[in-house]
Each structure stands twice: as structure tokens, then as C-alpha cells.
């Protein structure tokens, strides 16, 4: 006969079960390892078949998205100082900056033609000097050509305002609005002075003062206009012999500016990408500039001859010329045509007529098609390449209209090519 053994006790753990002999500290040691045993995972495992935990509530329908971006005020604020600073010493500067920049466009875009030379065995030095002889000596034959056309028509202005005074009044059958507002004028001024005369009696002792302006001095004026001149000139000749220097020297340039980017293969590629994207990009840019001239000249001197007007074609040659200066060649264009048509034709409305022409002309093609190009042959945006022509007019007058577009171009390459600028030339791209 078999007896059953007894149930088999729980495992002990040694490290928590102790003997109990009486003593104090063997109770302090029997206390500690009941808390032990009460551990969280212990705890946890003993709550699992409680009531399940209310659900998450649902972010509001219209809570608004945030964005958590941390922005650095000190770095921003110096990053800003540095770009006041640039814009300070641009416009300061510009004295400097514009020769260098107006030779850098020049060495970029008659590289090609010095590279074909040398194709040919003549040497950069010589073929340089002949190509920018050539172009001063074109530039100076043309100039010479239309100054006696430029003087006659600066001769006919007073001739013009007079009959346009004269048609005027014949139009308003009496007294022209401009004879009205300065008469009303006059007798406003005469009652005020005569007010003032009335109401404020002489006191004694004190004399009346009267400042009258200088005459106009023909001296003065000639010899700051002449100063101009000289100095416009100088500036000139600074181009020319930066131009020719850079162009005689060849790739020295880009050889410089490999070894300052160093012997690391990588930094060596991005470099000279970034020279490709700049030379390509204005190459682009300067022949745009050629078609769009061209384009404006065929259709000012078409629509010119289909007007009547004389000289079409000598007006289609000013208007492609001057087109390569944008707003500024336009409205000279526009302004003169419609004084030679008025002094052709006698009358306002064949005036306004050729005026409306070459107005409709470039505002097309200059402010239409040519932004449009531009950002399809250089990767930037319509809005982008405006907004620099505005900036760099602003910053350097008409040569900032002229070399706005080719900087910001540079800078592009520049931001595409760099890691941390990536985002500005986003900014910049269409």
C-alpha cells in the first residue's frame, strides 16, 4: 500500500528567503525582501484583468498644425547683419564692383571668339587686343553716326513743345488747360501776396531781406558736365583693359581657383561645375539678349514703315541697340519716335500712334517674353528674375538693370552646387 506524497512546495528564491532565529535585524532583513517582492512588473502583472484604460481622445477637427523648428536668434540676426552689410558696401562700392562685373561679362562672353582664334595659332594676347579693338572701334563709328540725328533732334524739342502748345489750343478752341491752371495759379499766388501785404505792417527798424538764386553759370555747367564725361570715360577704359587682361591670360583663373578649392577630388568637380554652370548660363543669357534685340529692331522698324514714319530702318537699329538697356532704352525710344513722328506729321494722333507702337513693341517682347526666356535658359523663376532686375537697378542704377541677371545667375550656380545654400537657390529656381 502506496501513500501519497504531499503537494510540492513553491520554489524559494535563496537571495529573498530567509531563516526567522528572533533577532531585530533578521526582521529588518525579512521586511526588506517582502517589499522586494513587490516589484512594478510584479504589480503590473497582477492589475492585467482590470477594467481596459479609457481611449485617447482625438485631436480636435480644426486644431491648427504646428510646426516645431527650432530657429536660431543669434545666428539669424548675424546672418542678416552680414547681408545689410554686402547691400552696404555693394552700393558704396559700386565704383569698383561695376568694372569688374561689366569685364567679367565681357571675358565671358568673348572667350568663345578668343578660343577659335587661338584654334587658328594666334596667340590670346594678340587676338584679344584685335577683338576689343574692333568692338571700340565699332561702338565709337556708330556713336559718330547718330550724334548729328541725336543733335537735331535735341534741337527740335522747343520747336516741338511750341506745337504742341499751338495744337492744343486749337483742339480746346481758346486757352489750352495748361494756359488755365497756370493763370489760376498766378492769381492764387498774386491774392496771397497781396494778403500778406495787407495784414503785416512794416515795423520799424528791421529791413526786409530778399534772396535771390545765383544765375546760371554756362561754365559750371559745362565743366561738371565735362567732369561726367571724363569720368564715364575712365571707367570705360578700366573695363577695356581688365577685359583684355583676362582675356590674354586664358584659364589662369580657373587654375587659381582650383588650387584654392584644394587637392580633394570632390571639391575640385564642384568647382569646376560650378564655373561650366556660371560660363553657360550668361553664354545663354547674352545670346538671348541678341534675339530679343534683334526681334525688337524687325518689329520697330516694321511697324515704323508700315506708319509712314522716315528713317524706319535707322529706328529699328536704335531700338535694337538700346533694347540691351531694359526700361531705360525703351522709353528713350519711345519718348524721341514720338517726337520726330509729331514734327513729321503735324498732328497728336500720328504721334500717339508711333509712340503706342514702340510702347506695345517692348512691352511684349521686354517685359513679357524676355522674363520668360530668361527663366526657361537659366533656371530661375519668372518672379525671381524680375524681382533682381528691380533690386540691382535700385542698388547700381542702369548698369545694375544691365548686370542684375547674370549676378543672380552666378549666385544660383553658386547655391546649387553648395550643400547649406541649397535652399536659396530653391528660392531662386522656377
Known sequence: MTVPSAAPSAPTNPSTTAVDDGSPDQAVTNQVAADASHTPAADAHAAAPTAPAPPVSAPAPHAPLMLHMPVDVRNLSLALLALFASVALLHWASAVFIPIMLSLLLTIALRPAVEMMARWHVPRALGAGVLLVAIVAGLASTAWSLSDGAAQLVDSVPVAAKKVRDNLKARAGG????????????QIEQAANENSTATTAPRRGVQRVIVERPPFNIRDY??????????????????????????????????????????????????????????????????LQVFTSVLVGLATGAAYWALGLENAAVWGVVAAVLNLAPYIGSALVTG????????????????????????????????????????????????AVFISVLAWGWLWGLWGLLLGIPVMMAVKAVCDRVEDLKAVGELLGD
Open 175 to 186: 486757352s489750352s488747360p495748361l494756359d488755365t491752371v497756370q493763370k489760376a495759379a498766378t
Open 222 to 287: 559745362l565743366w561738371s558736365g565735362t567732369m561726367g564725361l571724363m569720368s564715364a570715360l575712365g571707367q570705360l577704359m578700366v573695363v577695356v583693359f581688365l577685359t583684355y587682361f583676362a582675356l590674354a591670360s586664358g584659364n589662369l583663373f580657373r587654375d587659381k581657383l582650383l588650387r584654392i578649392a584644394g587637392t580633394s577630388l570632390e571639391r575640385r568637380k564642384v568647382t569646376i561645375h560650378v564655373l561650366q554652370d556660371i560660363t553657360q548660363q550668361i553664354q545663354r543669357y547674352l545670346l
Open 336 to 383: 524721341a519716335s514720338a517726337l520726330v513722328a509729331f514734327l513729321q506729321f503735324g498732328t497728336l494722333d500720328m504721334a500717339m500712334a508711333i509712340g503706342g507702337a514702340s510702347l506695345v513693341i517692348h512691352t511684349l517682347i521686354g517685359n513679357l517674353l524676355t522674363p520668360w526666356l530668361t527663366s526657361r535658359t537659366s533656371s530661375m523663376s519668372p518672379v
